[in-house]
């Protein structure tokens, strides 16, 4: 591979990554590679400590450590039986942040996209499923983003989980339309959590 079909290959990497552009994985290639930086070896040493240390929980897919999983929120004995359903890993830390909360938790990573071609089955709702029946669950809290696809993928979780005997609620609209959680601050969704309305 020569340097330019490598650099390309460093780029179209990049630009997979959330909110990174061509553009902007194309200045981020040029950074990283620059004669005088060190950040490239920075970035490599990081990558790999977080290969070896760190992994997505296997029951709600929060970030945690290899030694712990099922993450500390999934083991604790403490936890109420309902499940806080959001869209990505970060949203759980967002909500953790307001101490307004003691259930559980699920990520789908993603939501359903038509336009991205992601649809019901890219997403963790068969697992989503299996937990409700396993851990007994009463309450499933949607808490997907206020957009035109969170609220598609939440229409759809409240008809699917009707059949499965739990009650399913959507979090108040405390979280400004078109945004998502992790951009809310920890009052709003805490107050989104506690004003919640059945499906």
């Known amino acids: 591979m020569n340097r330019h079909a490598s650099f390309m290959k460093l780029q179209t990497v990049l630009s997979k990554l959330p909110g990174v552009g061509r553009r902007s994985a194309e200045r981020m290639a040029v950074k990283l590679l620059a ?12 990558l790999m400590v977080v290969e070896e240390n ?14 712990q999983n099922p993450c500390n929120i999934c083991v604790s004995p403490n936890r109420a039986n309902k499940i806080c359903v959001v869209e990505d890993p970060s949203d759980i830390s967002s909500i953790e942040e307001t101490a307004g909360y003691n259930g559980k938790y ?3 990573l993603g939501k359903i996209s038509p336009m991205r071609g ?9 697992q989503l499923i299996d937990r409700i029946h396993t851990e007994n669950i009463d309450e499933v ?12 993928t939440a229409a759809f979780l409240a008809e699917l989980l009707q059949k499965h ?35």
């Open 106 to 108: 699920h990520a789908l």
């Open 54 to 67: 760190v992994c997505s929980c296997n029951l709600c897919g929060s970030i945690t450590v290899t030694t």
């Open 118 to 126: 992601e649809g019901p089955q890219n997403l963790r709702i068969r």
């Open 165 to 199: 005997n739990v009650n399913v609620s959507r979090i108040a609209y405390g979280v400004p339309t078109g945004s998502g959680i992790r951009y809310a601050d920890p009052l709003t969704i805490a107050r989104s959590i506690e004003g919640r309305s059945k499906v």
């Open 141 to 152: 809290i949607l808490a997907l983003s206020m957009d035109m696809e969170g609220e598609s």
């Open 35 to 46: 004669d005088d930086s060190k950040l490239l070896k920075e970035l490599k040493t990081a």
